[in-house]
C-alpha cells in the first residue's frame, strides 16, 4: 500500500530534489546470514561497533524522506540555520575540488544523500547515507565532499551538541557511573541509526508546523541524544558532559586555546588549568585531538589568518600579527607548508576557485 505523504512533505514537496531509490543498496542482510560464522568474525575484527537497535543502517525511505526535506530548507548551496536553535540544513551540488578548512563544532552529521570526507591531523573519517559523523569537542578539520551532483546533491543534517543538555542526559542514561572508554578521539563515524534517522525526520518535519515545533523540537532533539548516548559508541560522547572525563578536560583547554589562541601559550599552563600533569595533558590532547596542544594552536591560527585574508581583504602582514605571528617570514613558510602555497598565491587562487563558483562554506 502506498504511503500517504506527511504535512511537511506536501508542503513542500513542489520543490523537493528528485532522489534515487536506494533501496537496493542496504538489502545485505541475507548475505550475512549465509555466511560461515568463524569468517563473519573475522571480518568483524576491524569493524566499527554496530548503534544500538540497527543492524543495517536506515531503511531507504527513511533517508528518503530526510533528503527531500534537507533539499526544502535547503534550496541552492549552502548551510542554513532552521527556526529550531543548533539543527542546520546544508546542501552542496558538486563536489569539492578545494579543501575547506574550518573550525568544527561538537555536534551529529546526519547524510542523506551524497559523501562527505573529513580530516583531523592524519586521522580521516568519510561518512554517508549509511555512516554519521560525531564530534565530541572543538577542532580545526580540513573536509571535502567526496559525491554530489547537480540532480543528485550532498544534503546533511547538522545537530549541535549543547554541552550543559547533555550533562543533564549523562545522568539519566548512566545513572550508575560511565562505562570504561578506550577511545577518546574527537570526531569518528559510527553506522546510521535508523531509529535516529526517524526522530531526525520527525524534528525536521516540525518544521511546517512552528507552534507545535516550539514544544515537541526539544523533546525530539532529546530522543536523538538519549539513542546517541545509549549506542555503543555512544559512551564516547558522554564523556563531554562528565567534567571529571579527559574529553571535558581538553573541550576546557581548547575553549581557552580558542579565546586566546594569538597570545604566547605553555603547555604546563594549560596543564594546570584543567587540573593534569604536562605529560598527561599531552598525552590526552593528542588522544582526543590527533595533535599536540602547540600544533592545534598553530592551526588555529593559520586558520584564522586565512579567513581575514580571504574574507576582509587583510594583507599578509596586517593577518600575520593579528593571530599572534611577531615574524611575517615565520608565518609565511608555516602557512606555504600547511596550505600547500604561499599566503599570497593562495588567496589569489581561493578568490579565483569562489569567483568560478567553487565552495568554501563550512559544511
Not at 583531523?120 to 547515507?129: A, I, R, S, T
Request: glycine share 6%; hydrophobic share 40%.
Amino acid at each position: 500500500m502506498r504511503k500517504e505523504p506527511s504535512a511537511a512533505e506536501k508542503r513542500i514537496g513542489d520543490f523537493a530534489p528528485k532522489l534515487i531509490d536506494l533501496t537496493d543498496h542496504v538489502r545485505f542482510r541475507e548475505v550475512w546470514k549465509r555466511q560461515d560464522r568463524s569468517q563473519r568474525d573475522r571480518r568483524l575484527v576491524n569493524a566499527s561497533p554496530v548503534w544500538e537497535g540497527s543492524h543495517e543502517g536506515p531503511g531507504a525511505p527513511d533517508v528518503a524522506t530526510l533528503a527531500r526535506l534537507i533539499g526544502a530548507y535547503a534550496p541552492h548551496d549552502g548551510r542554513f540555520a532552521l527556526p529550531i536553535p543548533g539543527v542546520h540544513a546544508i546542501r552542496a551540488s558538486r563536489t569539492n575540488t578545494e579543501l575547506v578548512h574550518t573550525l568544527w563544532q561538537p555536534g551529529l552529521c546526519i547524510v542523506a544523500q551524497g559523501a562527505k570526507r573529513v580530516m583531523l591531523g592524519q586521522h580521516v573519517c568519510e561518512y554517508d547515507e549509511s555512516r554519521m559523523l560525531v564530534s565530541s569537542v572543538e577542532v580545526p578539520v580540513a573536509a571535502r565532499v567526496t559525491r554530489a551532483s547537480r540532480s543528485e546533491p550532498y544534503l546533511c543534517l547538522r545537530l549541535d551538541f549543547d554541552p550543559q543538555r547533555i550533562t543533564e542526559l549523562v545522568w539519566k542514561v548512566y545513572p550508575h557511573g560511565l562505562p570504561r572508554v578506550q577511545e577518546i578521539r574527537a570526531v569518528y563515524v559510527r553506522q546510521t541509526n535508523a531509529k535516529i534517522v526517524n526522530a531526525a525526520t520527525r524534528l525536521v518535519e516540525l518544521m511546517a508546523q512552528p507552534g507545535e515545533a516550539e514544544l515537541l523540537a526539544p523533546l525530539m532533539i532529546d530522543e536523538i541524544l538519549i539513542r546517541l548516548l545509549r549506542s555503543p559508541g555512544g559512551a564516547r560522547v558522554a564523556q563531554l558532559g562528565f567534567a571529571e572525563s579527559r574529553v571535558h578536560k581538553v573541550a576546557k583547554a581548547i575553549s581557552w586555546l580558542r579565546a586566546n589562541f594569538s597570545e604566547p601559550m605553555k603547555v604546563e599552563a594549560l596543564a594546570k588549568l584543567v587540573h593534569m600533569s604536562a605529560s598527561a595533558f599531552h598525552q590526552h590532547f593528542k588522544a582526543v585531538t590527533s595533535m599536540s596542544p602547540l600544533r592545534f594552536q598553530k592551526v588555529l591560527r593559520l586558520q584564522e589568518a586565512r579567513r581575514l585574508m580571504l574574507s576582509m581583504m587583510m594583507d599578509v602582514s596586517t593577518a600575520s600579527q593579528r593571530v599572534g605571528y611577531l615574524s611575517v617570514s615565520q608565518f609565511s613558510r608555516e602557512y606555504s607548508r600547511f596550505f600547500g602555497s604561499s599566503p599570497t598565491k593562495d588567496i589569489a587562487r581561493l578568490r579565483e576557485h569562489l569567483g568560478s563558483g567553487g565552495t568554501q562554506f563550512p559544511l
